[in-house]
């Protein structure tokens, strides 16, 4: 196998010779082996080649001794990395010095292509060399290199900012976060507010915990076929927000990469953003390549268009070009030609994207207002270079869970990090899988994440099951061994340091519980799955090899196994495989890998079809977000800039009368400008034919924009001219509160003066709803609190004591979090403890605020809790609710500094809100001084205390009413309980009570009841979603007793009808019957229907088989007969079907049967006139 010893001036050529490495260089220079001229040098037996002289002082022969193993290595045709194409310099002084020759017995070879990992054992060799490369000698762990960056960006003045969890808060667009941006999205759309800690950023470092396993950036079947492709990674990334720009982000990711990290300048190459014709109206970023120039040889800074270097959020919207910086990883050549070329050996580090454009819906360019720096450095990747390794894989973030794989199944070969043929087995396969996998979905389920079939607990539920699945298939792990949950120990350890929550044991141990839980079910699922596979193989192969239904076998293989034209292999169907993937959760690649064994190949085009249609379904139906009206960051900018509007004024919201007075307040304020969704208008005036929406801006309002999970206030804005303009919706944008509704009389213009008219008597049904949902989250908290340490043998007071379960490091960045004294951080509005209370309760994670809504309805309310919510439980959380409405508690807001808030211990707060430096604190309590002189105790299970700016009624006696409508489960360990109060209460109080009216016969009389009544009242009351629920639980359980002993009874008496039919059948059929041709009798003593007419047949038979018959029967309802033509009758040419046609047209009924037997309907009180027509009939017969 060849080598490439590549220098930066003269090509060197070399090869192996009985474990020696044999290397041509030019006279006076040093070659890449590490050996210099003082070298034992010697002349080789093939030194003379066509056009070379054989001169010594021309060309010499330096011979360097390599390892067995090295050797070995070398000699591979691939390396576990794949080949890098040698690119030959253009200085090569000949044709044959293109060549890499190897003596193979004499036979010199020409190859182009070398492996990265044979180049790798030279350089091995070369670091031991007196300095001719700059290349880093020393180990940095991870931990350091992730240390190192942000340590870098803190003492340049940027603010540390914790990662955002992998679950993104209230952004309905993404599946999981996959950017470093994600979090500071806000920042980037001008819609946030600047008095947060999040808008009043500057400068940010982070490391960002990273999904990509769904939707645009989905690496999830990638993972394990290369050494590169994660669907769990960090992302160090440093911003500006209007601060510094091109200048300052070039030089700090240079001075880091060179200087503090050490890596050789000579090794990187960077990109700039060099035009593109379908973007013309974005120029070349000339100004990014005159600053690299300073840094880098121009020959190292490449152009590319809008593919590799222009970054876009979304199709409108904040974009920019970008710089990337990328690392070789030979070294010593000209690889500038393999930059963005898909080659391992050169891989992107580094990139920083200039946001400084907002492109709208013509592609037009608008530069933003204040241009951001937004980065990125994917932490695996450069740790496997600070490693001095050739993958991810192969670095300290993997490889403690490649042991821990090794010491639970010892028969394990190591790691070789080998792919494709090298990987016959495919083990270095499944390694990388499910290393890759167990960190995924740890972080995930740590952040809130379920297995289910939903969204994008569906996707961690399919990462789970293709590890375990892999492991299967590949480490032939047996069926019952439970093991995939166990290595999360390693993935907590490696990360723990950085991401606290993972140290915290309990955490750990859930999310084991929630893995192995999953085991277990995918075992079950796993054995249908393979049985369902074998069959379909079976199932073409049997039809394939048929000789005896031709025809058959030709539709099965059709349907199943069709033969591939290029091979002649059976073709195993893309859509059953799809099925597979669905259904049982068998990743593709597995596919594949089962259909190698059964000597059969996937049809993967019509797979990939098939996906791409799922996707395309999975996208629009969950993950796109329509907006009622939207003002972009440009228009933002061109409001202040242009037309000088100022923010809107709103703290007007929070001032009225939130109890029973009348609210009569009428804001004076001012137009400032109009806006159609597009344009910025001066006036408007009404017409008939103008249904169009517009937003009017003013300079002050009172009306409520949605935000929180509350509702926007609604209403009007009118002026003294009879101008009428109904407020239908009220958002913010950026700084400005946009009132989006219909002009219904007069004109309005830019500075006319108008008064607001916010509907209060609607703003006071949502106040009493967000209020109630206060206290809904404090009562689920106390009573499911209260259950669990009841289980746990532990009292409440215990609790408040400490004594229950706590853990000192636990920083947990659950969704929402107690506070108490200790030192505090808040980054990014993310409230957490560094020193957690002594007071943490065992179970904050456990109960845990998932959402909210809150309209002029209802309320909603999601939250964590893994067990099944009984009714007594939510029957007691109605009930205490109830209890703290009586108790007239008054609802005071208290406006704070945020510092001072988070004193209060037992206060609630969601993590991913943005707070401000002022925040309103929501305190349910008859006495708010008391507590807040009092921060010693915590208040977490004696009365409610939430960051909050909601509007909220004075005292819970205005909300008069709290009943439970709902209690379900949205996915694995989320629940949601829905409610009404006030006046929707009485409202579902009185339509139950008008229902249970209309039964209460069914409830008086249990055993008269009918099935019909109790079946229609229990479809009204599962229909009906507005319905108090605990009532309606518990009439419905007492409906299916009463249902079920309904049938119960029924059923024993059709078994008595039955048996006394069989009884009067058998009897009469006994009695003499004198030369009759027909037996006709009226059963009019045996109330029985269709079924009971048979059991009297089915015994008359038996005993007479001679005579034909015609009985009849009545029910409730309907008369019933039947007439079977037997020996009687044989030779009288009748037919039954005709003869009882031509009796039901008597009496006005319904026939069907053969010839030989047949039966027919009419009105129950037909019967005995029925009996007489056809005795009349008959007569005709004798």
Not at 36 to 56: A, F, H, L, W
Not at 350 to 361: A, L, P, R, T
Not at 723 to 735: A, S
Not at 879 to 888: A, G, W
Request: aromatic content about 10%.
């Amino acid at each position: 196998m060849f080598l490439s010893c590549i220098r930066e001036k003269v090509q060197t050529v070399g090869w192996i010779k009985k474990n020696k490495l044999v290397s041509w260089s030019s006279f006076g220079f040093v070659n890449l082996c590490g050996c210099s001229r003082g070298s034992e040098i010697r002349r080789s037996d093939s030194s003379t080649r066509s056009g070379e002289s054989s001169t010594s002082e021309h060309r010499v022969g330096v011979e360097c001794t390599l390892e067995n193993k090295e050797a070995e290595i070398a000699k591979r045709e691939k390396s576990e990395n794949g080949l890098a194409k040698v690119q030959i310099m253009n200085n090569c002084r000949g044709e044959s010095e293109k060549r890499w020759c190897a003596e193979e017995g004499g036979h010199p070879i020409d190859m182009a292509n070398v492996s990265i990992n044979h180049v790798k054992q030279i350089k091995g060799n070369n670091n031991q060399n007196n300095g001719v490369q700059k290349r880093r000698n020393s180990y940095m762990s991870s931990e350091e290199v992730r240390s190192s960056f942000i340590n870098y960006f803190k003492k340049k003045d940027h603010t540390v900012v914790e990662s955002a969890s992998v679950i993104p808060y209230n952004d309905n667009t993404l599946l999981f976060t996959n950017a470093g941006m994600n979090q500071f999205k806000k920042i980037f759309l001008g819609n946030i507010d600047k008095n947060s800690d999040l808008g009043k950023l500057k400068r940010a470092v982070d490391t960002q915990k990273c999904i990509r396993a769904g939707g645009k950036h989905n690496d999830l079947d990638d993972v394990g076929k290369d050494v590169y492709h994660h669907t769990f990674f960090e992302m160090l990334g440093n911003w500006s927000f209007g601060d510094y720009f091109k200048e300052e982000s070039i030089e700090y990711a240079w001075d880091l990469l060179t200087n503090i990290y050490k890596i050789d300048s000579n090794r990187l190459y960077v990109t700039y953003f060099g035009g593109d014709k379908d973007l013309a109206s974005c120029p070349e970023d000339i100004e990014t390549k005159k600053i690299w120039c300073k840094y880098i040889d121009e020959k190292r800074i490449l152009p590319f268009g809008m593919k590799e270097n222009f970054w876009e959020m979304a199709e409108t919207g904040p974009c920019g070009p970008c710089s990337e910086i990328h690392y070789d990883r030979i070294g010593n050549r000209d690889a500038s030609n393999l930059v963005n070329k898909d080659d391992p050996s050169v891989l992107e580090i580094w990139n920083i994207v200039f946001m400084q454009y907002n492109k709208d819906e013509k592609k037009n360019m608008n530069k933003l207002p204040f241009p951001c720096i937004d980065t990125g450095m994917g932490l695996e990747r450069i740790t496997s270079i600070l490693q001095n390794v050739d993958s991810n894989y192969d670095t300290d973030l993997f490889q403690p869970i490649f042991k821990q794989i090794k010491d639970i199944f010892n028969y394990l070969p190591d790691y070789k990090g080998r792919i494709n043929e090298e990987d016959q087995d495919r083990v270095d396969y499944a390694y990388r899988v499910i290393s890759d996998h167990i960190r995924c979905v740890t972080i995930a389920i740590n952040d809130g994440c379920l297995p289910s079939n939903e969204g994008r607990n569906y996707v961690i539920r399919r990462i789970i099951r293709r590890a375990v699945r892999v492991g299967k298939q590949v480490f032939k792990i047996k069926s019952n061994v439970l093991w995939f949950y166990k290595l999360v120990d390693s993935v907590c350890v490696i990360l723990g340091n950085c991401f606290k929550d993972l140290k915290n044991k309990e955490k750990i141990d859930y999310i084991k519980s929630v893995i192995m839980q999953e085991e277990v079910l995918f075992n079950k699922t796993l054995e249908k799955g393979m049985d369902q596979f074998y069959k379909m193989v079976r199932k073409g192969q049997r039809s394939t090899n048929s000789v005896s239904s031709v025809k058959a076998g030709v539709n099965d293989v059709n349907d199943i196994l069709s033969r591939d034209s290029g091979s002649g292999r059976a073709l195993f169907s893309g859509k059953d495989a799809f099925d597979l993937y669905t259904s049982y959760g068998f990743p593709v690649d597995l596919i594949e890998m089962m259909c190698e064994e059964m000597n059969v190949k996937l049809n993967i085009e019509e797979f990939n079809e098939l996906f791409k249609k799922h996707q395309l379904i999975s996208d629009t139906n969950n993950f796109k977000m329509t907006k009622f009206f939207d003002l972009p960051v440009e228009k933002a900018h061109e409001l202040k800039n242009r037309y000088d509007i100022c923010p809107t004024v709103d703290h007007h919201k929070y001032i009225w009368n939130n109890n029973e007075e009348k609210n009569d307040f009428k804001l004076n304020t001012c137009v400032q400008i109009i806006y159609d969704g597009s344009n910025f208008l001066n006036n408007i005036s009404f017409t008939k034919e103008d249904k169009k929406k517009y937003a009017l801006i003013l300079r002050e309002t009172n009306f409520y924009y949605e935000n929180g999970g509350q509702i926007y206030d609604t209403g009007f804005i009118q002026n003294e001219d009879q101008m009428k303009f109904e407020v239908l919706n009220v958002q913010k944008m950026g700084d400005y509160v946009l009132h989006i509704g219909m002009l219904l009389q007069g004109n309005i213009k830019k500075n006319d003066l108008v008064q607001t008219v916010v509907d209060f008597e609607r703003r006071k049904l949502v106040a009493c709803n967000h209020t109630a949902t206060h206290l809904l989250n404090f009562m689920i908290r106390k009573v499911l609190s209260e259950y669990v340490n009841k289980k746990n043998g532990l009292t409440s007071e215990d609790k408040l004591n400490g004594k229950v379960m706590n853990n000192e490091n636990d920083t947990s960045n659950s969704h929402t979090t107690e506070c108490s004294n200790g030192q505090y951080n808040t980054i990014n509005g993310k409230v957490y403890n560094q020193n957690e209370t002594n007071n943490s309760d065992s179970t904050i994670f456990k109960c845990d605020q998932k959402g909210s809504l809150v309209d002029d309805e209802k309320l909603r309310f999601d939250f964590s809790f893994f067990e099944n919510i009984n009714n007594e439980l939510i029957s007691k959380i109605e009930k205490e609710i109830n209890d703290l409405i009586n108790q007239e508690l008054k609802v005071s807001v208290e406006t704070m500094n945020l510092t001072e808030s988070k004193k209060i211990k037992g206060i609630r707060a969601i993590f991913e809100e943005d707070y401000a430096d002022k925040v309103n604190v929501v305190f349910i309590d008859n006495d708010v001084n008391k507590i807040l002189h009092n921060l010693d105790v915590n208040y977490s299970y004696l009365c409610s205390i939430e960051l909050c700016g909601g509007t909220h009624i004075a005292n819970t006696k205005y909300i008069k009413k709290f009943i439970i409508t709902s209690e379900e489960s949205i996915g694995k360990g989320i629940y949601r309980i829905s409610a009404v109060t006030n006046k929707k209460a009485d409202e579902i109080e009185k339509k139950f009570n008008d229902i249970y009216v209309k039964y209460k016969h069914i409830f008086e009389n249990p055993n008269e009841g009918k099935l019909t009544d109790v079946q229609n009242c229990k479809r009204i009351l599962k229909e009906d979603k507005f319905l108090p629920y605990i009532k309606k639980n518990c009439i419905l359980q007492e409906l299916e007793k009463i249902e079920k002993n309904i049938i119960e009874k029924t059923k024993n008496m059709q078994k008595e009808l039955f048996n006394k039919a069989m009884g009067i059948g058998k009897a009469y059929a006994l009695e003499k019957k004198n030369d009759m041709l027909l037996d006709i009798k009226f059963f009019d003593d045996l109330n029985g229907n269709q079924k009971v007419l048979e059991k009297i047949v089915q015994s008359y038979c038996k005993t007479n088989k001679y005579l034909s018959y015609f009985f009849i029967i009545v029910d409730k309802s309907n008369t019933y007969c039947v007439f079977e033509v037997k020996d009687s009758l044989r030779n009288k040419n009748i037919q039954a079907d005709l003869f009882m046609m031509q009796i039901m047209k008597s009496v006005e009924g319904h026939s069907g049967g053969s010839k030989n037997k047949a039966f027919g309907s009419t009105d129950k009180d037909k019967g005995m006139f029925l009996k007489k027509v056809v005795e009349q009939e008959i007569k005709k017969y004798h």
